[in-house]
């Protein structure tokens, strides 16, 4: 399989942890000798992982950020489902899907990634164009989740959303004009919530396509939250209803 670089202490510890068969070698800071590099390090030697020590600049070079905390992995891509098909038909009870309509930043992506992995969401599927891929920076944020969930881009968002209702999924539109809110809403069944892009919020398309709009209530000052922030509250309330139906 075709290796990557995945950095920060958060998603090189987790590789390990999980699926260390899959880490090459680890390239190291050899500045830092701190309590965070020395349990990485005790880690990589329980599971037998090569340890290159490196300074700050090629560590730098190789992820392209300095945001990397001094420690590099070399790793392999997991094999996560790639498509839709293939995630949904593996999918025991009524899916739970996160739909980011067009997400640029990839700090938002990895955050989204993070919450959508706490709320046990199956996928996060986006649009290929117009879109943050999942590259090292998100994967970073993610502090671990890009190596549990799945990240399938879709080259036709609106069709692929037609395709989750022939699957009997309700696509629920995040809105801040919508009629019911967030917690008017039946999560308990299958369910895609598209949350739109930053500032633009849904495209025309993608809102004409939902199946209901609901929008999350806002009790202070601020007008809208980070589109992070409101994906973990909307899959954490999909998640709370579904434990009150013992789902």
Not at 36 to 46: D, I, Q
Not at 143 to 161: H, K, L, Q
Not at 164 to 169: G, P, S, T
């Amino acid at each position: 399989m075709k290796g990557k670089f995945i950095f920060g202490f958060h998603a090189v510890t987790a590789r390990l942890r999980h699926e260390a068969s899959t880490v090459e070698e680890i390239y190291v800071d050899a500045a830092r000798h701190d309590r965070r590099m020395g349990e990485l390090l005790r880690a990589a030697k329980e599971a037998n992982v090569r340890v290159i020590q490196a300074d700050e600049t090629r560590l730098s070079n190789m992820v392209g950020t300095r945001r990397h905390q001094g420690v590099v992995a070399n790793a392999a891509a997991l094999a996560l489902a790639r498509t839709l098909d293939e995630l949904l038909d593996a999918v025991e009870g009524p899916p739970l899907l996160l739909m980011l309509d067009g997400i640029t930043d990839p700090h938002n992506l990895g955050a989204c990634l993070r919450v959508a992995d706490g709320a046990g969401a199956h996928a996060v599927i986006a649009p290929k164009d117009r879109a943050v891929g999942l590259n090292a920076t998100a994967a970073k944020v993610a502090s671990g989740a890009a190596e549990s969930v799945p990240y399938i881009t879709v080259t036709n968002f609106a069709r692929t959303m037609r395709e989750l209702q022939e699957r009997d999924i309700w696509i629920t539109g995040t809105t801040e004009d919508a009629e019911k809110t967030l917690f008017e809403a039946d999560f308990s069944g299958g369910v895609a919530l598209v949350m739109g892009s930053e500032g633009e919020g849904m495209r025309r398309l993608t809102r004409e396509n939902c199946d209901l709009l609901v929008s999350v209530p806002m009790f202070g000052a601020v007008e809208s939250l980070n589109v992070s922030v409101a994906s973990g509250i909307c899959l954490y309330e999909a998640r709370r209803q579904r434990i009150v139906r013992g789902i």
